[in-house]
Structures are given as structure tokens and as C-alpha cells.
């Protein structure tokens, strides 16, 4: 894969907003995950710097990933897209494969690389939305087209998002077969094409939940948490406990009572909760905008985008981040069923954070092809005179 070279004077100009957002992002969670986990860290592993140890390492790596996308010229994946969407494919294969694939709780959504582990749905969603932007650019004239425009289209992410529901991972097939969705919405496939696939998605998705007596379970606590704070709605409980008694300005920096074995997944799922008791309303405020700045940061990429393919890259990407985060952010308080999804960039956990650094730093090359063509006419008209 070729790298882009730099061109006129040598300096390319990408979107430092977008880059330092995604980096303090990175480094807040840094020392949430110490906070959150350091407890349970010496208690299990008798080191308390077990799992920020591992988050950091994974966050150096999710560094030379956001450089890495920065330098690769965007157009440079159309070749490779059918082989990236093969890789991600047999990823998601190979988590069922015994002594390959490792299981969590029941869960089989990991791989081993000799001493890390891999989360090959994360990677995943990344390839589903490089293929959808490349075949929505392609198609864009066909787009209203039953065959063309939604068939195709939804083979290939049902694929993915059925593999990914097998895990069994619920949250990232839903997040996913939004993603989709919103994607083909915005490329032009005809509304009532949409509207047959939320009926369908929504009805499936109706049935694994009456289905599976934990979901179900979930969506009962999540109506009532505190009719079922003891059982099924203890972590819902534990969460809306933490986030109250932080108050306005929280209790410290780590002065979590809730990290103390009272919430599970608090370094994980819930971290957001621990940060909330330990810095209050005004942190989440600070999350928050920050999430903001960088979605709104993506969104501007990609209508400024040089051409439909970078369009639609960009919006997938952006939505590869803000829509986990708004669902876990809506988890947590409540506002949503329980769901196992990681808040991007702060959640311990390293296929997340290099998967999100990944599409960051696409992002990124994709801003410094709209600096690119901006400037483009004028050098023309400097050349002519």
C-alpha cells in the first residue's frame, strides 16, 4: 500500500483539532482505567498497575495506528477492499475456533496472538464501512435500485452482523446494523428499502431479546432497576448509585466507594460511572464535549471531503465512534438497556482503542485531501501568471 507523499512546499495540513481531541480523549482514559481498576487489579493479580499497564501498551500501539492511517492515501483501500473485508471475515470465523478463540463468560469474541488477545468485531465494523463507501461511491447513480442499491448491501453486513450476534455480542450487532443502515440512508437507497430493513432488524432483534432469558432480563431492569436491584438490575443500580454520589464536582480523584467490587465491569462497560462519582457532573461535561468536538470534527470531514468515496468513509467512521459512545453514555444512566459496550478511547480494553486511533487517523488523511484540494486552484492560477 502506497503512502501518500506530501506535495507543494512539503506540509500537509490535517485537522489538529480532530488529533489532540482523540489524544486527550486516549490520555483521560489512561488514568480512568488506573482508577477504576487498581483495586481489583492488586486484589486479583496483586499489582495494581495490571490492566493500565496493558491499556498503555495497546494505547502506544493505537498511536503508531492513527500515524499509520494519517500517511496511507484513503483512495489508496479501494484496491484492497474486498481483501480487508475477507480478513475481517475470517477474524470473526476464527473466535469459534477451539484453542484459537478465546471465551469470556460464555462469550467467544476473542482471539489469541500469542499473549494479547484480539477483538476481531471491532475490526470488523471498520471493514463493513470501507466496503460500504466504496460500493455506495461506485453505485451512486444505482443507489435507488432494489437489487443494487439494498440487496448487495445487506448480504454482506447481514453476514457480518449475524457472525457478530453468534458471539454472542448484541450490542456491536445492533451498533453495527445502525452504522448500515444510516450509511445506505445517506447514499440514496430509497426509503421504503430502509423502512423493510428496520421492520426486519427490529423484529429479529425483538425475538433474540424474548428469546434469551438473560437479555430479556436486562430489558425488564432496565425499565425498573431498583424492583430488581438485587438480581438482574444490581449493575444498572450500582451505576445509577455512583453516578449520584459524585454530584456536582464528584468525590476525587480515586475516591470511588463503587470500584470497591460493588460494579462489575467498572474499568470496562461502566467506567464512565467510576469517573462520574469520582469527578461529578462537570467531568461528564468534559466527556461529553469532548465526544462532541470530535464527531462534529468528523461530520465537517466528511461533507468537505474531496469526493463521494471519502464522503462516505468519513461518516462511517465517525459513526464507528459516536454511536458506541452514545449508548454506552446511555447505558450507564439509564436511558438504555443493558448492552456490553465499551466507551471508545476510555474503556480498558485494546482492539477498541486501535480500532477508534485507526479511524482517526483515516480521518485525519482524509482532512489533509480537503486542505489539498482547497489549495489546488489556487496554484493554478499562480502557474498562470
Same mark, same amino acid.
Given at each position: 500500500?502506497?503512502?501518500?507523499?506530501?506535495?507543494?512546499?512539503?506540509?500537509?495540513? +490535517?485537522?489538529?483539532?480532530?488529533?489532540?481531541?482523540?489524544?486527550?480523549?486516549?490520555? /483521560? *482514559?489512561? =488514568?480512568?482505567?488506573? %482508577?477504576?481498576?487498581?483495586?481489583? !487489579?492488586?486484589?486479583? +493479580?496483586?499489582?495494581?498497575?495490571?490492566?493500565?499497564?496493558?491499556?498503555?501498551? #495497546?494505547?502506544?500501539?493505537?498511536? *503508531? @495506528?492513527?500515524?499509520?492511517?494519517?500517511?496511507?492515501? #484513503?483512495?489508496?483501500?479501494?484496491?484492497?477492499? +474486498?481483501?480487508?473485508?475477507?480478513?475481517?471475515?475470517?477474524? /470473526?470465523?476464527?473466535?469459534? =475456533?477451539?484453542? =484459537?478463540?478465546?471465551?469470556?463468560?460464555?462469550?467467544?469474541?476473542?482471539?489469541?496472538?500469542?499473549?494479547?488477545?484480539?477483538?476481531?468485531?471491532?475490526?470488523?465494523?471498520?471493514?463493513?464501512?470501507?466496503?460500504?463507501?466504496?460500493?455506495?461511491?461506485?453505485?451512486?447513480?444505482?443507489?435507488?435500485?432494489?437489487?443494487?442499491?439494498?440487496?448487495?448491501?445487506?448480504?454482506? !453486513?447481514?453476514?457480518?452482523?449475524?457472525?457478530?450476534?453468534?458471539?454472542?455480542? $448484541?450490542?456491536?450487532?445492533?451498533?453495527?446494523?445502525?452504522?448500515?443502515?444510516?450509511?445506505?440512508?445517506?447514499?440514496?437507497?430509497?426509503?421504503?428499502?430502509?423502512?423493510?430493513?428496520?421492520?426486519?432488524?427490529?423484529?429479529?432483534?425483538?425475538?433474540?431479546?424474548?428469546?434469551?432469558?438473560?437479555?430479556? !432480563?436486562?430489558?425488564?431492569?432496565?425499565?425498573?432497576?431498583?424492583?430488581?436491584?438485587?438480581?438482574?438490575?444490581?449493575?444498572?443500580?450500582?451505576?445509577?448509585? @455512583?453516578?449520584?454520589?459524585?454530584?456536582?464536582?464528584?468525590?476525587?480523584? *480515586?475516591?470511588?466507594?463503587?470500584?470497591?467490587? #460493588?460494579?462489575?465491569? @467498572?474499568?470496562?462497560?461502566?467506567?464512565?460511572?467510576?469517573? @462520574?462519582?469520582?469527578?461529578? $457532573?462537570?467531568?461528564?461535561?468534559?466527556?461529553?464535549?469532548?465526544?462532541?468536538?470530535?464527531? %462534529?470534527?468528523?461530520?465537517?470531514?466528511?461533507?468537505?471531503?474531496?469526493?463521494?468515496?471519502?464522503? +462516505?468513509? !468519513?461518516?462511517?467512521?465517525?459513526?464507528?465512534?459516536?454511536?458506541?459512545?452514545?449508548?454506552?453514555? *446511555? =447505558?450507564?444512566?439509564?436511558?438504555?438497556?443493558?448492552?456490553?459496550?465499551?466507551?471508545? $478511547?476510555?474503556?480498558?480494553?485494546?482492539?477498541?482503542?486501535?480500532?477508534?486511533?485507526?479511524?482517526?487517523?483515516?480521518?485525519?488523511?482524509?482532512?489533509?485531501?480537503?486542505?489539498?484540494?482547497?489549495?489546488?486552484?489556487?496554484?493554478?492560477?499562480?502557474?498562470?501568471?
Amino acid at each position: 500500500m502506497q503512502l501518500r507523499t506530501e506535495y507543494a512546499a512539503g506540509t500537509v495540513h +490535517y485537522d489538529h483539532i480532530l488529533q489532540t481531541t482523540a489524544f486527550t480523549l486516549a490520555g /483521560l *482514559g489512561l =488514568v480512568v482505567v488506573f %482508577s477504576a481498576s487498581n483495586v481489583m !487489579a492488586q486484589s486479583q +493479580y496483586g499489582d495494581a498497575y495490571y490492566f493500565v499497564t496493558r491499556q498503555f501498551i #495497546y494505547a502506544i500501539l493505537g498511536v *503508531g @495506528a492513527l500515524w499509520l492511517g494519517r500517511r496511507i492515501n #484513503y483512495h489508496n483501500y479501494k484496491r484492497y477492499v +474486498y481483501h480487508i473485508l475477507i480478513l475481517c471475515l475470517i477474524g /470473526l470465523l476464527l473466535v469459534f =475456533v477451539p484453542g =484459537v478463540g478465546a471465551r469470556v463468560r460464555s462469550a467467544a469474541r476473542w482471539v489469541r496472538l500469542g499473549p494479547l488477545t484480539v477483538q476481531p468485531s471491532e475490526f470488523a465494523k471498520l471493514g463493513v464501512v470501507l466496503f460500504l463507501a466504496y460500493s455506495l461511491a461506485r453505485k451512486q447513480e444505482k443507489m435507488k435500485y432494489f437489487a443494487i442499491g439494498f440487496l448487495p448491501h445487506m448480504l454482506v !453486513a447481514g453476514l457480518f452482523i449475524g457472525l457478530i450476534g453468534k458471539e454472542p455480542d $448484541f450490542g456491536t450487532a445492533i451498533t453495527l446494523g445502525v452504522i448500515v443502515i444510516t450509511m445506505l440512508f445517506v447514499g440514496g437507497t430509497r426509503l421504503t428499502h430502509i423502512l423493510l430493513a428496520l421492520t426486519g432488524g427490529g423484529a429479529l432483534a425483538g425475538l433474540m431479546v424474548m428469546k434469551d432469558p438473560k437479555k430479556f !432480563a436486562r430489558f425488564l431492569s432496565f425499565i425498573d432497576p431498583w424492583k430488581h436491584g438485587q438480581d438482574v438490575g444490581y449493575q444498572l443500580k450500582q451505576s445509577l448509585l @455512583a453516578i449520584g454520589s459524585g454530584g456536582l464536582t464528584g468525590l476525587g480523584p *480515586g475516591h470511588s466507594r463503587t470500584k470497591l467490587f #460493588y460494579l462489575p465491569d @467498572a474499568h470496562t462497560d461502566f467506567i464512565l460511572s467510576i469517573f @462520574a462519582e469520582e469527578v461529578g $457532573f462537570l467531568g461528564i461535561i468534559l466527556v461529553m464535549a469532548l465526544f462532541l468536538i470530535l464527531v %462534529s470534527r468528523g461530520l465537517w470531514i466528511s461533507l468537505r471531503a474531496p469526493d463521494s468515496f471519502g464522503s +462516505y468513509l !468519513a461518516l462511517g467512521l465517525t459513526l464507528v465512534i459516536a454511536l458506541p459512545a452514545a449508548i454506552n453514555m *446511555g =447505558v450507564v444512566s439509564g436511558l438504555l438497556p443493558t448492552k456490553g459496550l465499551s466507551l471508545p $478511547f476510555l474503556s480498558y480494553g485494546g482492539s477498541c482503542l486501535l480500532a477508534n486511533m485507526l479511524a482517526v487517523g483515516i480521518l485525519l488523511n482524509i482532512s489533509s485531501q480537503i486542505k489539498r484540494a482547497d489549495k489546488e486552484p489556487l496554484r493554478a492560477v499562480a502557474g498562470g501568471q
